[in-house]
Nanobody, 123 residues
Framework: QVQLVESGGGLVQAGGSLRLSCAAS????????MAWFRQGPGKEREFVAA???????YYADSVKGRFTISRDNAKNTVYLQMNSLKPEDTAVYYC?????????????????WGQGTQVTVSS
């Protein structure tokens, strides 16, 4: 069982930056693919970024060049650095962990989910 706790959300003006963190419990963190998804008001949950056990990264087109995902296996933590934020980035951001890397942009690739952290970008 893996527990995930997100932090770092908040209110920021358009063009600003935020860094989200996701702390994971369990001894096998380094073996998991980790991802960030988000769910805006009235929208379905959508893929943002993922990072494999060996730090290969995947990004949604909408965030490519603005967001960076990284991981620190010694700290059991994955990060999402978000720059040049836009109002359309407003959402609850969820951290997810999966034991397989078949379809990293799909929610069904992931076994464990955090509770989410709110990110609000004002115009």
């Amino acid at each position: 069982q893996v527990q995930l706790v997100e932090s770092g959300g908040g209110l920021v003006q358009a063009g600003g930056s935020l860094r989200l963190s996701c702390a994971a419990s369990g001894p096998t963190f380094s073996r998991y693919i980790m991802a960030w998804f988000r769910q805006g008001p009235g929208k379905e949950r959508e893929f943002v970024a993922a990072i494999s056990w060996n730090s290969y990264t995947y990004y949604a087109d909408s965030v490519k060049g603005r967001f960076t995902i990284s991981r620190d296996n010694a700290k059991n933590t994955v990060y999402l650095q978000m720059n040049s934020l836009k109002p359309e980035d407003t959402a609850v951001y969820y951290c997810a962990a999966g034991s397989v890397n078949i379809r990293p942009s799909r929610t069904d690739n992931y076994l464990y989910w955090g509770q989410g952290t709110q990110v609000t970008v004002s115009s």
